[in-house]
């Protein structure tokens, strides 16, 4: 047999060998479909939604100041610092400067004569204490068990318990503190200790006056 002939005879049984083949893979897939687990309806039951959060974050930083310190105003040729205090009517109803619980701490030069002008936006009335305080933390209804009351905004020291000023009010006043911890605190019975209270810290090392909260 010649070469060509020999070539055409591999030819045709390989061709023959494959058709074969595809036969049978064919009737495979018919006589057994392949059943896959019903997946997709369950995914496609699935939703997703997507969300964007956008935070923008505004740091303060001063010169000379603590990071994330923000100054406060002051006059330094006669040595004054002013504390302008607000009771805001969101977020929680016992607060100062949208701040509570101990959170609004407030660094004066000692000595310096301190102006607080105390606004109130609340519904209820509120008062503004600064405290000599004997306990870290408010925890009497009345603050005057908590410590001496040395300066009072919007009321006076004998009725804070039960007076402040009232929704959408101002009152202000001037003292000097000297060297010391304190706390400056609502005094109508109870609204310290629900959080209504900061810290001031009154120094000598201190020489602008900042906020941090
Ligand atoms: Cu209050």
Redesign the pocket.
Known sequence: MSRIGLAILVLIFAGTAFMIGFLAYNFAIVYNPVHYPKAAPLLSNISITSTTHTTTTTTTTTPGLPSGAVALPYDASNHTVFLNIV?LSTGNP?NFNGTSGGQLHIYIPAGWTVIVTYTNQES????FNIVQNSTTTPNNANIGADGKIIFSVGTTSSTYETN?ISSGASASGSTSLPAGIYWFA???AG?AESG?WGVIISSTSITTPYETS
């Open positions: 009771s016992f209820i009335p509120h008062n402040g609502c005094g109508i609204h209504m």
